[in-house]
């Protein structure tokens, strides 16, 4: 049995059949990520001149020895192991840290992971879970097999009649995804930018009054659902957190409300597979769950420290499990652009391309073996599927930590 | 999908009866069904009907590639989400402990599995809809997202 690291939900029983070449139970998305293990593999290279791996971290230590304020951006797509690995190397040549979800689902994992607000892992989901809340996300598109292994297709050890009689399902969301076709009676609509009045007037719905926004007939229905629901799990993408911005405090109070009425819990949506995990780790060893500067030796937090500063100010980056220039706000990526940048990477993308310094790594789940925190925030372990001759993340970050 | 009352319009609707049946719509029926031929109409073969013949032609087309329960899958549409595989009742029957909980089928006497990426169909005489004594289930059809999933 293998682990696929296409997505968060890190399934594990994949079985592979003839060697690589057949994989059983692997979704569209799995089997893709699968199949770029032999596609546009990257080769090791300085200033775009093809070099040797020892040559290339050679380079790598360098630039990053002799930057002031060196940045560290990525690990969505990195084993813990490597993450801790880099979370060391920060600390010894005194760089910023940086992840993923700084620009993305920020706020409301740090909600998650201090306990503000409630969660649970998607065990529960599948075992006791009678309404699902998809909020701002597609999991149909983006975890594909989040329906049908968790969250509403699958009997649980309290529904066994599942998603026939004892689940419901419901999808908002600004258009009718794939996801929301299977919602049918619970699909909400809502104009782009309107959630948090969605959320006041579900609370007015909740507390029996008439809701100012939306079908009002439809929101009662809405309100009259979660308060007959016995075990809630509300799934936000990031969707939601886009639209509520600085008005997080709200889901915050609609949590807590609900709560108080039934159980109620939380399970942000993120993307890469190991997303979460460096959160936590960056948590349980600075307080804090990114942007986070070691400039002057200890960790230091705050709006200086946010990525679009450090895009910015840094002298150096190395980009690791992430594709920044892609993903990234476009003034945020052209200013890193036009860094000196350090790309560890399995596969070629517009980072690598942009790179000073590139160095090939393992592919993690098939060449390389390691663990990884699940969407929901339970360890996963797998081992490599295939033997490769590729260096791991964290072999190539000690040795950069060595070398400088 | 195509519609019995579809072929109906574009058949003679003479109630001629040579081809057994009583009338056209039966026959329509019994053409969807795939339990009849277009050239089991004799008066269709009648050269002023060859457009119609033509137009049915290709209506029925894509009925060619359905399974003996009218199945047909897409293989371009579907996600691999295995919400079928899930749903499925003859699957949830077969592996209780891995297809009813959400897992994906180690055995091979499932009807639908997740192999690739996308959905392949096995074992069809398992089906609920097979033989005379079937049963309309859609478990499958209702929980796919995409619509990769149809019966005829």
Same mark, same amino acid.
Not at chain 1, 118 to 127: E, F, H, I
Not at chain 1, 161 to 190: G, H, M, P, Q, W
Not at chain 1, 275 to 296: K, P
Not at chain 1, 332 to 353: M, N, Q, V
């Given at each position: 049995?293998?682990?696929?690291?296409?997505?968060?939900?890190?399934?594990?029983?994949?079985?592979?059949?003839?060697?690589?070449?057949?994989?059983?139970?692997?979704?569209?998305?799995?089997?893709?990520?699968?199949?770029?293990?032999?596609?546009?593999?990257?080769?090791?290279?300085?200033?775009?001149?093809?070099?040797?791996?020892?040559?290339?971290?050679?380079?790598?230590?360098?630039?990053?020895?002799?930057?002031?304020?060196?940045?560290?951006?990525?690990?969505?797509?990195?084993?813990?192991?490597?993450?801790?690995?880099?979370?060391?190397?920060?600390?010894?040549?005194?760089?910023?840290?940086?992840?993923?979800?700084?620009? @993305?689902?920020?706020?409301?994992?740090?909600?998650?992971?201090?306990?503000?607000?409630?969660?649970?892992?998607?065990?529960?989901?599948?075992?006791?879970?009678?309404?699902?809340?998809?909020?701002?996300?597609?999991?149909?598109?983006?975890?594909?097999?989040?329906?049908?292994?968790?969250?509403?297709?699958?009997?649980?050890?309290?529904?066994?009649?599942?998603?026939?009689?004892?689940?419901?399902?419901?999808?908002?969301?600004?258009?009718?995804?794939?996801?929301?076709?299977?919602?049918?009676?619970?699909?909400?609509?809502?104009?782009? @930018?309107?959630?948090?009045?969605?959320?006041?007037?579900?609370?007015?719905?909740?507390?029996?009054?008439?809701?100012?926004?939306?079908?009002?007939?439809?929101?009662?229905?809405? @309100?009259?659902?979660?308060?007959?629901?016995?075990?809630?799990?509300?799934?936000?993408?990031? @969707?939601?957190?886009?639209?509520?911005?600085?008005?997080?405090?709200?889901?915050?109070?609609?949590?807590?409300?609900?709560?108080? &009425?039934?159980?109620?819990?939380?399970?942000?949506?993120?993307?890469?597979?190991?997303?979460?995990?460096?959160?936590?780790?960056?948590?349980?060893?600075?307080?804090?769950?990114?942007?986070?500067?070691?400039?002057?030796?200890?960790?230091?937090?705050?709006?200086?420290?946010?990525?679009?500063?450090?895009?910015?100010?840094?002298?150096?980056?190395?980009?690791?499990?992430?594709?920044?220039?892609?993903?990234?706000?476009?003034?945020?990526?052209?200013?890193?652009?036009?860094?000196?940048? &350090?790309?560890?990477?399995?596969?070629?993308?517009?980072?690598?391309?942009?790179?000073?310094?590139? &160095?090939?790594?393992?592919?993690?789940?098939?060449?390389?073996?390691?663990?990884?925190?699940?969407?929901?925030?339970?360890?996963?372990?797998?081992?490599?599927?295939?033997?490769?001759?590729?260096?791991?993340?964290?072999?190539?970050?000690?040795?950069?930590?060595?070398?400088? | 999908?195509?519609?019995?009352?579809?072929?109906?319009?574009?058949?003679?609707?003479?109630?001629?009866?040579?081809?057994?049946?009583?009338?056209?719509?039966?026959?329509?029926?019994?053409?969807?069904?795939?339990? !009849?031929?277009?050239?089991?109409?004799?008066?269709?073969?009648?050269?002023?009907? $060859?457009?119609?013949? !033509? !137009?049915?032609?290709?209506?029925?087309?894509?009925?060619?590639?359905?399974?003996?329960?009218?199945?047909?899958?897409?293989?371009?549409?579907?996600?691999?989400?295995?919400?079928?595989?899930?749903?499925?009742?003859?699957?949830? $029957?077969?592996?209780?402990?891995?297809?009813?909980?959400?897992?994906?089928?180690?055995?091979?006497?499932?009807?639908? $599995?997740?192999?690739?990426?996308?959905?392949?169909?096995?074992?069809?005489?398992?089906?609920?809809?097979?033989?005379?004594? !079937?049963?309309?289930?859609? $478990?499958?059809?209702?929980?796919?997202?995409?619509?990769?999933?149809?019966?005829?």
């Amino acid at each position: 049995m293998a682990v696929c690291t296409g997505c968060s939900l890190l399934c594990e029983d994949i079985e592979l059949v003839g060697g690589t070449s057949h994989a059983k139970n692997l979704c569209r998305k799995g089997w893709a990520h699968f199949q770029s293990l032999y596609t546009e593999r990257t080769k090791p290279t300085i200033e775009d001149q093809d070099a040797t791996l020892d040559g290339a971290i050679a380079k790598a230590s360098e630039i990053l020895a002799n930057a002031k304020k060196p940045l560290l951006y990525g690990w969505s797509n990195s084993t813990l192991e490597a993450q801790a690995a880099g979370i060391e190397l920060a600390k010894k040549i005194g760089a910023a840290l940086e992840g993923t979800t700084s620009l @993305g689902q920020c706020t409301l994992m740090e909600q998650v992971l201090t306990g503000k607000i409630p969660s649970c892992t998607l065990d529960d989901v599948r075992n006791y879970a009678d309404t699902s809340v998809f909020w701002g996300a597609d999991p149909s598109n983006s975890h594909p097999r989040h329906l049908s292994r968790f969250s509403y297709y699958p009997r649980g050890e309290k529904h066994q009649k599942s998603y026939e009689e004892e689940r419901s399902c419901v999808a908002i969301d600004v258009r009718k995804s794939s996801t929301a076709t299977l919602c049918s009676n619970y699909f909400y609509r809502l104009p782009p @930018g309107t959630d948090d009045q969605f959320i006041e007037s579900i609370m007015a719905a909740l507390d029996g009054k008439i809701p100012k926004f939306g079908d009002k007939k439809r929101m009662i229905e809405l @309100g009259t659902l979660l308060r007959k629901t016995e075990y809630g799990a509300l799934f936000p993408g990031r @969707g939601l957190v886009y639209s509520l911005q600085e008005k997080m405090d709200l889901l915050q109070k609609l949590i807590a409300k609900l709560s108080e &009425i039934t159980a109620f819990k939380v399970v942000p949506m993120v993307e890469h597979y190991n997303t979460r995990g460096f959160n936590q780790l960056l948590l349980d060893e600075t307080g804090f769950i990114n942007s986070v500067s070691f400039h002057d030796g200890a960790a230091v937090h705050g709006p200086m420290q946010s990525m679009i500063e450090a895009a910015r100010s840094c002298d150096a980056a190395l980009v690791i499990g992430s594709d920044p220039l892609s993903s990234l706000p476009f003034g945020i990526a052209r200013a890193l652009a036009k860094k000196p940048l &350090i790309a560890i990477d399995p596969r070629r993308s517009l980072t690598t391309d942009a790179a000073k310094v590139v &160095i090939p790594s393992a592919m993690c789940g098939f060449e390389a073996g390691g663990t990884a925190l699940r969407m929901d925030g339970v360890k996963i372990a797998f081992d490599s599927v295939i033997k490769g001759d590729m260096q791991s993340d964290e072999q190539i970050l000690a040795r950069i930590k060595e070398a400088i | 999908m195509v519609g019995a009352m579809e072929i109906y319009q574009l058949l003679p609707k003479d109630a001629c009866k040579e081809c057994g049946y009583a009338s056209c719509m039966a026959l329509a029926v019994a053409l969807l069904n795939r339990e !009849k031929k277009l050239e089991d109409c004799p008066a269709l073969l009648n050269p002023k009907y $060859a457009e119609k013949f !033509k !137009k049915l032609k290709e209506l029925l087309a894509p009925l060619e590639n359905a399974s003996e329960t009218g199945l047909i899958i897409h293989p371009e549409k579907c996600f691999g989400c295995g919400n079928c595989v899930v749903a499925c009742p003859v699957n949830v $029957a077969a592996e209780p402990t891995r297809c009813a909980v959400g897992l994906g089928p180690q055995g091979e006497k499932v009807i639908l $599995a997740v192999e690739d990426g996308v959905v392949k169909c096995m074992n069809l005489k398992e089906c609920r809809r097979f033989g005379p004594n !079937k049963v309309l289930c859609n $478990a499958c059809t209702v929980t796919c997202p995409s619509k990769a999933i149809e019966f005829v």
